[in-house]
């Protein structure tokens, strides 16, 4: 797991770059900006904003304050402000934001719900994992 060097609670200006031809299996998690260009197989979370170019590609979920997507997203993806899906994006998963910008031409399959950061709270709490002890 790559985690940024800031704590976990204080926003950064920093930017983590994933480059092309560059793959990551694992949850990447930052205080500061995070933008992808290659390929991630594995969730993103950031407490700023998540650039997946138009050469990325991220198998998994993405939780930010806001993300923008150019290039292919396979799971779900949780915005608390805002999620703008370019005119090259194909999202594969259900999406949750505040806000929700289309451009032309972007695919979107999978289910949206819009809110605000109190509803995000709430679909956090539902889709998170929940673990039982056997007995």
Do not use: H, W
């Not at 900006?33 to 998994?60: A, C, L």
Request: charged share 30%.
């Amino acid at each position: 797991m790559l985690k940024s060097a800031y704590s976990e609670g204080v926003k950064s200006d920093e930017t983590t770059i994933i480059s092309n031809g560059v793959r990551i299996e694992g949850k990447v998690t930052s205080a500061g900006n995070i933008r992808v260009d290659g390929e991630i197989q594995g969730d993103i979370s950031s407490k700023s904003n998540v650039v997946v170019g138009e050469s990325g590609q991220v198998n998994g979920q993405i939780n930010a304050d806001s993300i923008t997507i150019g290039g292919r997203v396979s799971g779900s993806v949780k915005a608390k402000d805002k999620l703008t899906l370019e005119a090259k994006a194909n999202l594969k998963g259900d999406l949750f934001t505040k806000i929700l910008v289309v451009e032309a031409g972007a695919k979107f399959d999978g289910k949206s719900k819009m809110g605000d950061a109190k509803d995000f709270e709430e679909i956090k709490e539902i889709t998170q994992p929940t673990t039982s002890t056997p007995k």
